[in-house]
């Protein structure tokens, strides 16, 4: 078989079905092959599961201090196969939901393993659909990543996990080390805080959540520590020994370890593996990412790559935005390159983080004259109401000549629902806003994000609380 189609997307992630949606929208002709399920790693062992079982964390910890609020419930337990059966449920009505979209927009979907070949073709195989060869005017490749192990770690799925193992876990360890304090282990280290385990975070580096300000950072360890999460920066976990009754870790100049299971959570790889890049001439660069240059093209004309497997911040919403981006430069508009530097972060762990721009640190390295206000939320009524007053809102300001602050250059929060209150800081500092133009808007009474407005505020020179 074979056919010819505008566009042909190889990956049906996040970066590979919102290019098929978005092109399909513009009336382009698309095919897309995925070799496993719709969806990718975000619908099927990321995003969606971790943020599903973060949520059993939460109802446990409410269930857990209901007396406070006059409700007797007892001592909460966990049944995890229920939790997994809820998260499946979710799982897999969005699976269905990208399948219907597709189908809905007229997307030919080809199930099997897509290599790029010579003029544009994509050859399929190894799946459903029978062996194929499709050919297009553009390829877009969105073949994603899969977890890194680290040498030594021979992942069992019982004592020795990846991210993928640890979001299909019948039973929670007793005691858990998580290697890598990046925003995955960090969530991880929290869930299984919440449900019970004794949990320790190991990381190389001097801070765990790079890109996070200092004070966020500091804050996030300080409640970690609270709750007996224990967070080790500068450890180098140099090997591991799995007994098959528990995992001992070798640290650096240190005392081992012993866990009854460790979680390796140190980023994740570039999914290239018989994609035919070497043949076909497109450049991947020393990690094995996709080369690509400010639009997503590669080095081989015609033909873009999007999402994890390109050197860019490996979250889905930049897979989106890439894929959004790729689609207007084939189709001959102009669109704006995705700002890196300035796209949002959220980090579900308890509590939640998230940012956007810069940090004062980063800011000040960047030559930027900086202001920058901070307000904590145990003064916040509705965080009080809630009973969840860790955290704090910063917003991150370049000095004005003609009063206290100017542009807004960041806004970076922990505590209560930071993942929903981002937005206001995120098209600050995007829209280039100044704190004068922002501390003129209203916020709601009484809501988590008047500290936004307060930090904003304060910046003036002129606070309220
Ligand atoms: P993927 O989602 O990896 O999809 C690639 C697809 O391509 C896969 O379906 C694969 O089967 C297919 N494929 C690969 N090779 C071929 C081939 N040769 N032929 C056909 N098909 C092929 N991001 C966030 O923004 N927010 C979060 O909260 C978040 N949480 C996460 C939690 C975890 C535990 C993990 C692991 C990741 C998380 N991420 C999160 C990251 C997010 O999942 C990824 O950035 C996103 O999935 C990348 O999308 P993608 O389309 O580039 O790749």
């Given amino acids: 078989m074979s056919s010819s189609h505008d566009v042909v997307v190889v990956g049906g992630g996040p970066g590979g079905y919102a290019a098929a949606l978005y092109g399909a929208a513009a009336g382009l002709d698309i095919a897309l092959v995925e070799k496993q399920k719709l969806g990718g790693t975000c619908l099927h062992v990321g995003c969606i599961p971790a943020k599903e079982l973060l949520e059993t964390a939460a109802v446990y910890r409410t269930v857990a201090h209901a007396d406070q609020f006059g409700i007797s419930a007892g001592p909460p337990t966990v049944d995890m196969g229920a939790a997994q059966t809820r998260k499946q449920k979710i799982v897999d009505q969005l699976h269905k939901g990208v399948g219907s979209l597709l189908e809905g927009r007229k997307v030919t979907v080809l199930d099997g393993w897509g290599a790029i070949g010579p003029d544009r073709s994509v050859s399929i195989s190894g799946g ?8 297009a ?9 899969v977890p890194r192990s680290l040498p030594g770690f021979e992942v069992d799925g019982e004592r020795v996990m990846t991210s993928d193992e640890l979001l299909s876990v019948s039973e929670l360890p007793g005691r858990a080390a998580v290697i890598g304090g990046g925003a995955i282990g960090l969530e991880f280290a929290s869930l299984l805080a919440d449900l019970g385990s004794e949990v320790t975070v190991l990381e190389a580096l001097p801070r765990i959540l790079m890109g996070a300000d200092d004070d966020v950072v500091k804050m996030l360890t300080r409640a970690f520590k ?8 500068g450890v180098a976990v140099s090997g ?16 081992p370890l012993e866990v ?23 450049e991947v660069d020393e990690g094995g990412y996709v080369s690509v240059d400010q639009f997503c093209r590669t080095s081989l004309a015609g033909v873009y790559a999007v999402g994890d497997v390109v050197r ?7 897979a989106f935005a890439e894929a959004i981006m790729a689609v207007k430069h084939l189709l001959g508009e102009s669109p704006a390159p995705v700002d890196y530097a300035n796209v949002p972060w959220a980090i579900y762990c308890h509590p939640e983080v998230a940012f956007v721009g810069h940090t004062e640190a980063s800011a000040k390295e960047a030559g930027f004259d900086v202001v920058a206000s901070a307000h ?7 965080a009080m109401i809630v009973g969840e ?16 602050a100017g542009r807004i250059l960041g806004v970076h929060m922990v505590g209560p629902w930071v993942t929903e209150q981002l937005g206001q800081g995120y098209l600050a500092v995007n829209w280039e806003a100044t704190v004068p133009e922002v501390a003129e808007f209203v916020q709601p009474h009484p809501t988590m994000s008047e500290l936004f407005g307060e930090s904003v505020l304060s910046l003036t020179g002129r606070a309220l609380h």
Avoid: M, W, Y
Avoid at 128 to 135: K, L, R
Avoid at 137 to 145: F, N, R, Y
Avoid at 262 to 282: E, I, Q
Avoid at 389 to 404: F, Q
């Fill in 376 to 382: 904590r939320f145990i003064g916040n009524g509705r």
């Fill in 240 to 255: 591991c020994r799995n007994t098959g009754s528990s995992v001992e870790l070798e640290i650096d100049g240190g005392d």
């Fill in 226 to 233: 609270k709750r007996k999460i224990q967070v080790r920066t």
């Fill in 260 to 282: 009854d299971a460790v979680v390796v959570c140190v980023g994740r790889r570039p999914f290239t593996d018989g994609l035919g890049l070497d043949a076909a001439g497109v």
């Fill in 128 to 135: 459903e659909s029978e062996a194929a060869t499709v050919t």
């Fill in 389 to 404: 007053t860790d955290g704090l809102v910063k917003v991150i300001a370049e000095r004005s000549d003609d009063g206290p």
């Fill in 312 to 318: 860019t911040p490996q979250l889905a919403h930049v």
């Fill in 137 to 145: 005017d553009h390829v877009i490749l969105a073949t994603g990543s």
